[in-house]
């Protein structure tokens, strides 16, 4: 074989080589080039419809707007447990109220209660916001209308308002102060567990489930409980006046029917939301202020937790759920 045949031969691999390798690198640039306009696509769609829903809520196309007539009811929802960060919490209930009260065109307020209780400290913070927005505004009423249940923590907050109105099947009262958890000691003992607790300050380790109950610790929290309770009665005395008919079993943490509760003096008549605006508002028409979260804060929030938030948050949970203080 020639010296030029050779040469041929020992070429044609390598230029095939070339020519494979040069193929796929086009290949697979053209692949990503591909996914990258697929990506592209897809985040501009996502920011159009992002910008779209923002836009729909500026002009106040969802959820109707809270302008109304030149004149009418106000109308907050107090619905579901009281507790920082939820549902129901001070921060959303004091901005509903000082949209409410700030309208020109409101003629009374309405707090529409469905609540078991929660929080003594959220509760407390929007009766005294309640008190304070009256003391501003004295010519604009504002009445706790209950529909299924006010209690506790709910009643709370129900007696800062005017009068209270009730269905006669409602539940109200309950006006005591619980702090509950398990104790796990026997359970330990019986399946060979062996609490190993180290702390530094005699009653840091209070309440702990895992360990038997201390009665001076025992003590020092029910004291606590007393003075909460104690303040939890000066509130519904205050809020409710010479109307209270107080007996033995007024604090005792029972509940009643709403008919009952008339009767009591924890409410003063029975009524619900819209006839309070027709007939003791003399304004039927009823707009909504009860601070909402926006679909944005809703995405924000599923979205961009943090692992630091979710950890504090179960660590905050076992706490309460271990021995929170709550009105319920």
């Known amino acids: 074989m020639s010296e030029d045949n050779q040469q041929q031969h020992t070429q044609a691999p390598d230029t095939k080589w070339q020519r ?20 592209s696509v897809f985040f501009k769609a996502l920011m159009f419809i992002y910008l779209f829903i ?53 003629k009374g307020i309405i707090l ?3 609540s ?11 009766n005294d916001e309640i008190y304070r927005q009256k003391k501003l505004h004295p010519k604009i009423p504002v009445y706790a209308v209950v529909e299924d249940i006010c209690a506790s923590g709910g009643y709370y907050i129900a007696v800062a308002a ?31 567990v ?3 607790l180290m702390t530094a300050g005699e009653n840091k380790g209070m309440l702990d489930p895992f360990s038997p109950v201390n009665p001076k610790q025992q003590a020092l ?26 007996t033995p079993e007024t604090f005792s943490g029972l509940f009643w029917s709403g008919e009952q509760g008339v009767k009591l003096g924890l409410a003063d ?35 961009g937790a943090s692992a630091s938030t979710v950890i504090g948050e179960t660590l905050a949970k076992q706490l309460v759920n271990a021995g929170g203080v709550k009105l319920h």
């Open 54 to 106: 923002v836009l729909f809520y500026v002009l106040g196309i969802f959820g109707g707007g809270k302008k109304g007539s030149e004149f009418h009811t106000a109308l907050i929802d107090i619905n579901g447990v009281i507790e920082a960060g939820g549902e129901v919490n001070a921060d959303s209930v004091m901005s509903s109220l000082h949209d409410a009260y700030d309208n020109k065109g409101t």
């Open 194 to 196: 062996e609490r190993r």
């Open 269 to 303: 008549a029975i009524g619900s939301a819209d006839f309070v605006a027709r007939e003791v508002i003399k304004q039927e028409e009823i707009v909504d202020f009860t601070n909402k979260e926006d679909f944005a804060s809703r995405i924000a929030k599923r979205i």
């Open 112 to 114: 529409r209660m469905n």
């Open 116 to 126: 078991p209780g929660g929080s003594p400290v959220q509760a407390g913070i929007i």
């Open 221 to 246: 929290a029910q004291h606590m409980l007393d003075e909460i309770h104690e303040q939890f009665k000066a509130v519904v005395r205050h809020g409710r006046g010479a109307r209270l008919k107080e």
């Open 20 to 39: 494979d390798t040069i193929e796929k690198l086009a290949s697979t640039a053209l692949t990503e080039q591909k996914i990258s306009r697929r990506w």
């Open 162 to 192: 005017d009068k209270i109105y009730v269905d006669k099947a409602s539940i109200v009262g309950s006006i005591g102060v619980l702090m509950d958890g398990y104790g796990f000691t026997e359970v330990m003992k019986k399946v060979g």
